[in-house]
């Protein structure tokens, strides 16, 4: 008799945000990749959110960051007259910013370590001003 | 003697759309997960087309959607001065729209259902003024 | 006796640049699928940089690419005033850019094809002006 395990690995975890800005995850994710002795394929990050995203960027410079927290404030600003503004100045820009950024990312897993350049990180992004505690699901498959 | 076929499945769909909006597809992505009989893994969603995208976006406020497809009408107008303008007006803000948001969603799957938060859906997200149908894969991977 | 050939199939490729610009990759991924064997299941492209990005886009009309590059020229210009601008003036809207877009793209594998639709390419996004050597990832999953 045979039993075989499908290399499907799945762990929900959370991020604590303290209101708007970048969060760095890609260590968490790591740790997950560890305990899943997955060698070879890919993670699905996926965040259960419509206010907040995730979105690789520069890990190096949080001046870079800035920047780009910056450049969507003034791209998707508050004081737009939106339809949709019965929860806060922030929600409506929240789910905007969230379209032009990204749910999910999928990163290669290579040698059980994510693939990933010598700047690059894995963040989640918080459009909301309040802190907030965040669902995020990692799926791992390969071998 | 065991020959292991790896639980790959896939299915083409359609939708018909009346021209531009955003249209929710969650229902018939599930109904193709419980098809599948796949319980844990992910489901990749892929639109074939370069005028029409995907996006995950509220599903509970339509004014949510009116504004994020308003924003879009604003940062990418019709009336500029764009070089490629032999397929109309609303053709090349199409492309543009099509490239800040996906032609590919990834979600993950626990328990046979999609792990979406309580106010996430997918939609499509119809660039062109015509009605179209648009070819939709989607691969679920699992097991 | 049991055979089990599991069905993960990596490959790292270099993509060369000439500066500014959207290169089409999509043969180079299909001939990386063509060798893999695997007939069904989903290819995941990934760029190892934050300056460069990848998009789905029309492959036919030269001018639509031109014209989404000009979009992004204006949409993050190089003469805003950033924070972060030590490493030239092209450097941090590289980074906007890159955010804007995608660092990874899944896409559905169909009888050993790219299910892209007629007009679909898969092209990397160089936003540096300097040539550069990319690298890309891709992880071809199925059977």
């Known amino acids: ?5 499908m ?7 959370e991020v604590q945000t303290k209101g708007k800005g970048t969060y760095e995850i890609t260590r968490q994710i790591q740790e997950t990749i560890d ?22 960027m520069e890990n190096a410079a949080p001046a870079a960051r800035r920047d780009v927290e910056r450049f969507f404030e003034q791209l998707v600003p508050e004081n737009a007259d939106y339809e949709h503004d019965d929860e806060g100045s922030d929600d409506m820009p929240s ?3 969230m379209v032009l950024t990204r749910t999910n990312e999928t990163v290669p897993i290579v040698d059980g370590k994510l693939q990933l350049g010598i700047w690059q990180g894995i963040f989640l992004f918080e459009h909301r001003r309040d802190p907030h505690r965040r669902k995020v699901t990692l799926t791992i ?3």
Chains 1, 2, 3 share one sequence.
Not at 1 to 5: D, R, S, T
Not at 7 to 13: D, G, N
Not at 43 to 49: D, E, G, P
């Open 7 to 13: 290399p499907v690995v799945q762990e929900r975890c």
């Open 95 to 97: 789910h905007i910013r």
């Open 35 to 56: 305990k899943s002795k997955i060698n070879s394929g890919t993670v699905t990050i996926f965040v259960q959110h419509t206010s907040c995203s995730l979105t690789m």
């Open 141 to 143: 498959i390969g071998e």
């Open 1 to 5: 008799m045979l039993i075989f395990a």
